[in-house]
């Protein structure tokens, strides 16, 4: 049962730098999302998508970018990384948009420098 | 601004004993979810509470909903030290024009031996 893949687990970049982090799922779930999780804080959600080819953005959309040509794969990319941008993040997803719990990955920590 | 409030955010508690965790919303939702968090590591579900006056319970973690005082607690009975994680709750809710999951900041569990 690989549920909810993410990869990679680590990264550094330079100010700048774009990555795409990428993340597959296969529940066939429609819903997936990505968050980011900051020390101390909550998730917040970045974007999020109901199924191949629609998505749409979260309460921090800013500095990110997605897309979803398959039920499978949502992945999020960073262009121009910035400090702020430090973060783990998770990609998640669910069968039903609400009632039922989210899967999640076990995260990508990403340090910008 | 919707919100979502957990207290105590650190929680250092002895095995044996007996503890709750508070959620407290503040927009009018009749679904919340609990998850676990082990340092370093993905979430898991818990808890998914659907109506008010819902109950759940799974070994010594027993989650309740009070749809009217909006609040959630989980309470832990004869604490062992396994339980020793992130606990965070979340609620559907609007932010901006998304439905979507708002996220408590999180209480930290530390069960000493």
């Known amino acids: 049962n690989a549920g909810v893949t993410q990869t990679p687990k680590f990264r550094i970049l330079k100010i700048g730098q774009s990555m795409t982090l990428q993340c597959t799922q296969d529940?066939?779930?429609?819903?997936m999302y990505w968050y980011r999780q900051d020390p101390g804080m909550g998730l917040k959600l970045i974007y999020y998508?109901?199924?191949?080819?629609?998505?749409d953005k979260g309460e921090v959309p800013n500095g990110y970018n997605v897309s979803r040509s398959t039920t499978e794969d949502f992945p999020l990319r960073l262009e121009l990384a910035a400090p702020s941008q430090t973060s783990v993040y998770f990609c998640?997803?669910?069968?039903?948009?609400?009632?039922?719990?989210?899967?999640f990955g076990d995260g990508t920590r990403l340090s910008i420098l | 601004e919707l919100k979502v409030e957990q207290n105590p955010l650190f929680l250092s508690m002895q095995e044996g004993k007996n503890y709750t965790i508070y959620c407290n919303y503040s927009t009018t939702s009749d679904r919340l979810y609990w998850y676990r968090q082990d340092p370093g590591k993905s979430l898991e579900s818990l808890f998914v509470l659907l109506s008010n006056g819902a109950v759940k319970q799974e070994g010594r973690l027993m989650a309740s909903l009070d749809t009217k005082a909006r609040l959630s607690t989980l309470h832990i009975t004869a604490a062992v030290h396994d339980l020793s994680a992130t606990y965070f709750c979340?609620?559907?809710?609007?932010?901006?024009?998304?439905?979507?999951?708002?996220w408590g900041a999180g209480t930290k569990l530390i069960i000493k031996p």
């Open positions: 998508s109901v199924g191949a080819g629609i998505t």
């Open positions: 979340a609620v559907d809710g609007w932010v901006d024009s998304n439905y979507q999951l708002i």
């Open positions: 998640a997803s669910s069968y039903t948009r609400t009632y039922q719990p989210q899967h």
């Open positions: 529940m066939n779930h429609n819903y």
